[in-house]
């Protein structure tokens, strides 16, 4: 039987996978279904790791910023900060910020069975909240690891191109918008810079093509 895998969305910076953290972004949050049916946000990073004395050990702890059942998140005393589960920092900062790590805590916490965690790249189009205060279930999710990775092909292809007629040393771009078939990215040079091309771009991205519709 395949293990279940709960997706995150990456909200912080992404890092390179190393020896302490096989997590992949500092900040990450989802909400999901857990298998008594019981619906959470949890949003969690990395923390300060200290040893019994208080010295600090690494930077590679675990930190949980918000974790409660949706079903209160209309209730005001939540967005005042109360409501929300209670967890004991001080001993999730000696866990580390691991996927196994995490996936531990939520399991034996939240009564889950999750075989792993894993972060979804912006070319996924997860998006945990809906900008009405509600959230997006990440259950209801469809990840399409294939459709990701072209999405991710063209956005680098077209981020060469306007590097260089921007004559900018970094990226110059960002998405505007994504579906099934293709990705529209926007260039935030100047108008200078762009020298008569389009700040707007469609590039397709079916059968793995990168055709740009101008």
Known sequence: MESKILYFEG?????EVG??????????RTAFTNDEGIEYYIELGRATKRNKKGVVINDWGLR?????????????????GGYEIKTDHKEIAKLNYTTKSITNWINTNLNCSFGTIEVLSQFHGYRVHDGSRGYNLIDN?????????????????????YMELTKRKYSAINIESMDDEGITIRCYASKEALNGHPRYKRISTVNGSAQYDY
């Open 141 to 161: 999710h469809v990840v399409d690891h294939e459709l990701a990775e072209k999405r991710r092909m063209a956005f680098n292809k077209a981020d060469q191109e």
């Open 64 to 80: 949980i910023d918000h974790l409660f059942k949706i079903e209160d998140r209309h209730k005001e005393e939540l967005s005042l």
């Open 11 to 15: 909200a912080g910076m992404d890092y």
């Open 19 to 28: 020896q302490h953290s096989d997590v992949g972004n500092y900040r990450i």
